[in-house]
């Protein structure tokens, strides 16, 4: 069982003042056409009413207080497609959002076909047989566990807004069988499906933030859901149909108020000459908890690198090791780090170096922002050229087990929020407090 924490939904749909937006992004990599294809799917204030006041015409004029809905509520669907092209469609009604709370499991249908309706004119929000889900919906997605499906009807979403009918019409559709690899820790190697010495605690998953992201302390949160998956089936992009099987396949989520203020991120699972190797490497700015009662917010810059190689999980964090990263405004993103295991029984040590050729300038990306809603906010490519070295550290200095200058041209890369006024230069650390709070498990695993 890889299924990691925070698999499930978040939302709640349910009267609340409180902002609310939730995530989930999947990456499918084709290698044979050098195309990778980014599904994002979102749902903000879902069931949020917000109080306003308005003027009543009655004796008095008097002011009282009453709940509308949110002006941002709403389920959208990104795709980006080759060359960093990009679709999307929407819908203001999100009670058409459906959502497991344990496992990953979600959807939304848009329209439903002529016989996707019972009799009584209506439709059934869940999940549904991939067959039933074929014959009912006209557009739409559905996510389970191991089979992906959507039909999108939208707009290129490099132009318009991110409503119906905002800008020039593109179509796709896909139809995915999945096979998860590794979740957010350690795994059954490719090379040895099923291992005899392996017991099934040493594929436990882990949350990616360290488990304080069970709660409400920091925002916004980020769960890796599938470091690495194959994926197989059909997709097509405005006419032209791609066939894949046991492609590679990554997960993720976010949920919270809205993305940090600045932020920075790449991820790559189809190297040239390893096939069993994946990474993802992101930081940013966010704000302390309960910094507010020292009358000001304060923030810190957090970063971290996340590599899964044959089997095993490398994590490069700030509560067990250092980590620090160059990034630009566009172009070129450098990660170095060193850390411990869990165990504290390994040290090992990374270098990331993704770049993108002059002329790749990306494709602008919404994301949710905090008073207005899905925005022009963040740049994405799926073009980035990266190369990773990744060293285990013996006791006498010498180099052990490693990755050397593993490359592909197949990365991800992302920058967000701002400023980007020059090179964003940093070496990740996080405040004592937190740092041991995080480590605290791991404090009382040792000595029990």
Same mark, same amino acid.
């Given at each position: 069982?890889?299924?990691?924490?925070?698999?499930?939904?978040?939302?709640?749909?349910?009267?609340?003042?409180?902002?609310?937006?939730?995530?989930?992004? @999947?990456?499918?990599?084709?290698?044979?056409?050098?195309?990778?294809?980014?599904?994002?799917?979102?749902?903000?204030?879902?069931?949020?009413?917000?109080?306003?006041?308005?003027?009543?015409?009655?004796?008095?004029?008097?002011?009282?207080?009453?709940?509308?809905?949110?002006?941002?509520?709403?389920?959208?669907?990104?795709?980006?497609?080759?060359?960093?092209?990009?679709?999307?469609?929407?819908?203001?009604?999100?009670?058409?959002?459906?959502?497991?709370?344990?496992?990953?499991?979600?959807?939304?249908?848009?329209?439903?076909?002529?016989?996707?309706?019972?009799?009584?004119?209506?439709?059934?929000?869940?999940?549904?047989?991939?067959?039933?889900?074929?014959?009912?919906?006209?557009?739409?997605?559905? #996510?389970?566990?191991?089979?992906?499906?959507?039909?999108?009807?939208?707009?290129?979403?490099?132009?318009?807004?991110?409503?119906?009918?905002?800008?020039?019409?593109?179509?796709?559709?896909?139809? #995915?069988?999945?096979?998860?690899?590794?979740?957010?820790? =350690?795994?059954?190697?490719?090379?040895?499906?099923?291992?005899?010495?392996?017991?099934? =605690?040493?594929?436990?998953?882990?949350?990616?933030?360290?488990?304080?992201?069970?709660?409400?302390?920091?925002?916004?949160?980020?769960?890796?859901?599938?470091?690495?998956?194959?994926?197989?089936?059909?997709?097509?992009? =405005?006419?032209?149909?791609?066939?894949?099987?046991?492609?590679?396949?990554?997960?993720?989520? =976010?949920?919270?108020?809205?993305?940090?203020?600045?932020?920075?991120?790449?991820?790559?699972?189809?190297?040239?000459?390893?096939?069993?190797?994946?990474?993802?490497?992101?930081?940013?700015?966010?704000?302390?908890?309960?910094?507010?009662?020292?009358?000001?917010?304060?923030?810190?810059?957090?970063?971290?690198?996340? #590599?899964?190689?044959?089997?095993?999980?490398?994590?490069?964090?700030?509560?067990?090791?250092?980590?620090?990263?160059?990034?630009?405004?566009?172009?070129?993103?450098?990660?170095?780090?060193?850390?411990?295991?869990?165990?504290?029984?390994?040290?090992?040590?990374?270098?990331?170096?993704?770049?993108?050729?002059?002329?790749?300038?990306?494709?602008?990306?919404?994301?949710?922002?905090?008073?207005?809603?899905?925005?022009?906010?963040?740049?994405?490519?799926?073009?980035?050229?990266?190369?990773?070295?990744?060293?285990?550290?013996?006791?006498?200095?010498?180099?052990?087990?490693?990755?050397?200058?593993?490359?592909?041209?197949?990365?991800?890369?992302?920058?967000?929020?701002?400023?980007?006024?020059?090179?964003?230069?940093?070496?990740?650390?996080?405040?004592?407090?937190?740092?041991?709070? #995080?480590?605290?498990? @791991?404090?009382?695993?040792?000595?029990?």
């Amino acid at each position: 069982n890889l299924q990691t924490p925070h698999a499930g939904r978040k939302m709640l749909f349910s009267r609340n003042s409180r902002r609310f937006t939730e995530g989930w992004y @999947y990456r499918l990599t084709l290698p044979e056409h050098n195309e990778s294809f980014v599904f994002i799917f979102s749902i903000e204030d879902a069931g949020r009413w917000i109080r306003s006041k308005r003027r009543m015409r009655h004796i008095l004029q008097s002011l009282r207080s009453s709940y509308v809905k949110s002006p941002l509520t709403l389920a959208c669907f990104q795709l980006l497609g080759p060359q960093d092209t990009y679709l999307v469609q929407s819908d203001e009604d999100d009670t058409k959002f459906w959502g497991w709370k344990y496992s990953q499991g979600l959807g939304c249908t848009f329209q439903w076909n002529d016989e996707g309706k019972d009799d009584n004119h209506t439709a059934h929000i869940a999940a549904m047989q991939p067959d039933e889900w074929r014959k009912r919906v006209q557009t739409g997605f559905q #996510i389970l566990p191991f089979h992906f499906q959507g039909r999108l009807n939208g707009h290129d979403g490099t132009l318009g807004g991110v409503k119906a009918n905002q800008g020039i019409p593109g179509s796709a559709e896909y139809d #995915i069988s999945l096979k998860p690899v590794a979740g957010w820790g =350690n795994y059954p190697p490719l090379s040895s499906a099923t291992n005899s010495t392996t017991t099934n =605690n040493n594929y436990r998953q882990y949350s990616t933030a360290g488990w304080l992201a069970a709660f409400p302390v920091f925002e916004p949160h980020w769960q890796i859901t599938m470091a690495h998956a194959r994926a197989s089936g059909s997709l097509n992009w =405005n006419g032209t149909v791609y066939e894949f099987e046991d492609a590679p396949f990554y997960g993720e989520k =976010n949920w919270g108020g809205a993305f940090p203020t600045k932020w920075y991120w790449a991820q790559c699972n189809s190297f040239d000459d390893h096939q069993d190797l994946s990474f993802t490497a992101g930081g940013g700015i966010r704000e302390l908890p309960f910094s507010f009662l020292m009358g000001k917010k304060m923030t810190e810059t957090l970063g971290l690198i996340g #590599i899964h190689y044959q089997g095993t999980f490398y994590e490069i964090v700030p509560w067990t090791g250092e980590m620090q990263w160059e990034v630009a405004p566009w172009g070129r993103w450098e990660f170095r780090g060193r850390c411990t295991d869990k165990n504290g029984n390994c040290q090992f040590e990374a270098e990331v170096v993704a770049t993108t050729k002059d002329g790749v300038e990306g494709v602008l990306l919404r994301a949710p922002t905090k008073d207005e809603g899905m925005q022009y906010f963040c740049r994405d490519s799926g073009a980035g050229k990266v190369t990773l070295s990744l060293w285990l550290l013996e006791w006498d200095d010498d180099e052990g087990d490693y990755v050397r200058s593993s490359q592909s041209s197949q990365c991800t890369v992302e920058v967000g929020g701002g400023p980007w006024w020059d090179v964003w230069r940093v070496s990740s650390k996080m405040s004592r407090p937190l740092k041991f709070m #995080i480590r605290l498990p @791991y404090i009382l695993r040792g000595i029990l």
